[in-house]
């Protein structure tokens, strides 16, 4: 049995049977386990071990909050939900706070950090090439 989240995922990642399914698709844990690999093995990269290791999203109820969620597990960091409600200094406020040293966003939500003073927040959007590119290199 495991004990933690980390153990549970990799009990399954040679699972073959459903462990997402969004609308019309479906991930296996094999896929899900990869996937939240890479982006842990992309994200744990960028972040300065030396400061707290807090990863925030601000991301809708998507498979890529899922595949974050399972990322953090695996990589050990601290993953902050970050509101989608919020706006403007209260929605940085609550960024910095978290210590975020990374936000993954995409691109329904990222305007909603346009102007915002978040100096030292690397802000990456899960819904652009370079971030497919970022994750992609990670996973080889």
Known sequence: ???TIQ???AERASWNTAAVKYGEECWTWREHVRHASARAAALLGLMDPNSP???GVLLGNTP?????MAAAG???YVLCGINTTRRGEALAADIRRADCQVV???AEHRQLLKGLDLSGVAILDASGD???ILVEAAGS
Do not use: P, Y
């Not at 890529?64 to 974050?68: G, K, S």
């Open 1 to 3: 049995m495991s004990e």
């Open 53 to 55: 290791m807090h990863v």
């Open 130 to 132: 370079g971030w497919a």
């Open 74 to 76: 695996i990589g050990g």
């Open 64 to 68: 890529e909050f899922l595949n974050q």
């Open 104 to 106: 993954v966003t995409d």
């Open 7 to 9: 153990q549970l995922l």
